[in-house]
């Protein structure tokens, strides 16, 4: 096994997720694999390409259902994470019932050239739920790709090509999806990456580089930074980002209408990826409903049904004038299951009331969190919106120094009590279950991250 001892990974290798190299990975596989488990772990490091944060894996499952994975023991983990693609539940009855259906019209994949029903009935369907003005959709397997579809249709609408995003942002591991993004992991070594790729400050509240408290003072100081592009490097494409960062933070409305007023004053467009944030996440059906709309959404995750990979963009009619070339030009394009996949899911979140759902429960998850808060000291900083949530853990209230190794340990012991989330920026718990989780859950999901909080306070290691 890998000794990192020698040189600790640093805060941005650890940016987008808890990394798979450190001694308490270590001794949770010791821990936890029982020897079946083991023996796939171990064909799958022998026989997949090692990666930071994937690859050795951290356990080997064997089932999911609603907001629970299942490893090969039989063990539940009430999980936090999903990967962002189990909006409606894992494995949910309707969204399989309607693939199988499908696969047993004859009618699954689409070539190009041709259409079929269901992915109309899709892209229909998106053009109804998602905010006015947006209206024509295109598709492709993953989010990465309806990234840098949206970056290709932005550079060809306006005729610019660079492009303004955020650092410590993930939007995919594609070329111009990692040139976006404001992750070193993605772009180290890699040489030059997409020309005009500039980055700014997202409005962060608790942590920003200038050490201010006052919301208005970070947006200003935010907004500076990219008319400063704007004004000085004419020629941006677009602005793109996602309306609630990742770890999350939370805007004001008025810093994304502010921004995409400066789009509409430098001619450039403003893009949302809402691959996570879409789908009742936030508790709205797009999280862009709480600021404003985009010229172009990006879906993705979750609009796969959490069965199949698919991804895809919507955007403003009058952006259709683009038949002299290929902004997507993705096999996939079109397929019938992952279309009824999708459709499928659509339809759980309306009938179950899952944008409810997300959040009442997200709301009554935030008083709970901010509660336990005032008695732990680790606890620097609690944000959210529905049920996406970060526990930003802290060695000092006042520095806000990341308590890196306590959140890891934190990490573990939860998982051992089963509760499985992801860790982001190394020290913030990050809570996105299910949009189907209750209240009930939630609140034991929340009793486990207190006690085990606790138990890492009074000097538990790992
Ligand atoms: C915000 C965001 N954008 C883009 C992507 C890339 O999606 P995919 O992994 O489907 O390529 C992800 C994946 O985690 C994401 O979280």
Redesign the pocket.
């Known amino acids: 096994m890998t000794d990192k001892t020698q040189n600790p990974p640093s805060r941005f290798d650890r940016e987008q997720g808890d990394i798979n190299t450190t001694r308490n990975r270590e001794r949770y596989w010791q821990r936890n694999l029982s020897a079946r488990a083991r023996s796939v772990f171990e064909r799958d490091r022998k026989y997949f390409l090692h990666q930071n944060l994937s690859t050795p894996v951290m356990n080997v499952l064997s089932g999911a259902s609603g907001i629970y994975i299942r490893d090969l023991d039989g063990r539940q983990y009430m999980d936090m994470h999903g ?2 693609v189990h909006n409606a539940g894992f494995n949910h009855p309707e969204i399989i019932r309607a693939v199988k259906e499908q696969l047993d019209t004859g009618m699954t994949f689409c070539p190009r050239r041709y259409t079929n029903e269901k992915a109309v009935d899709l892209a229909e369907t998106l053009a109804g739920i998602t905010p006015d003005g947006l209206e024509k959709s295109l598709f492709c397997p ?4 309806a ?1 840098e579809m949206a970056v290709t249709l932005a550079k060809q609408i306006t005729g610019h090509f660079k492009t303004i995003s955020f650092w410590d942002s ?4 594609g070329f111009a ?1 990692a040139s976006v993004g404001g992750e070193a992991l993605f772009k180290r070594g890699m040489g030059p990456m997409m020309p005009g790729a500039m980055h700014v400050e997202f409005p962060n509240y608790y942590r920003n580089p200038w050490g201010f408290d006052s919301p208005e003072q970070v947006d200003e100081a935010c907004l500076h930074q990219i008319k400063t592009i704007l004004e000085r490097q004419p020629g941006v494409a677009a602005v793109i980002g ?1 309306p609630v960062s ?1 770890t999350p933070v939370v805007p004001s409305a008025s810093y994304w209408e502010q921004v995409k007023e400066l789009c509409r004053q430098y001619g450039a467009l403003l893009i949302f ?1 809402e ?2 944030e879409g789908f009742g996440r936030t508790g709205k059906m797009f999280a862009c409903e709480h600021f404003t709309t985009p010229d172009i959404l990006v879906l ?2 979750s609009l796969g049904g959490g069965l199949l ?1 698919f ?1 895809g963009l919507v955007t403003r009619p009058e952006f259709d004038r683009l038949e002299h070339i290929s902004i997507g030009h993705y096999t996939h394009e079109k397929n019938s299951l992952c279309a009824a996949a999708a459709l499928a899911e659509i339809d759980c979140i309306h009938s179950e009331n899952l944008v409810e759902n997300a959040g009442r429960t997200g709301t009554h998850a935030m008083e709970r969190l901010n509660q336990i808060k005032d008695k732990h000291p680790l606890i620097g900083n609690i944000a959210g919106l529905g049920l996406h949530i970060g526990i930003d853990l802290v060695r000092d209230p006042e520095t806000k120094e990341r308590a890196l190794q306590e959140a890891e340990i934190i990490m573990y012991k939860a998982m051992e009590k089963g509760l499985a989330f992801k860790l982001i920026e190394g020290n913030i718990i990050t809570l996105r279950p299910a949009l189907t989780i209750s209240i009930e859950e939630m609140d034991q999901a929340i009793d486990i991250i207190d006690n085990t909080i606790s138990e890492v306070e009074r000097g538990a290691g790992y």
């Not at 993953?142 to 790709?145: F, H, N, T, V, Y």
């Not at 993930?170 to 591991?173: D, L, Q, R, T, W």
């Open positions: 990967n962002g993953g989010g990465s790709e990234v993930f939007h995919g591991a999806a996602e990742a990826d691959i996570i993705g995750k990979p991804a």
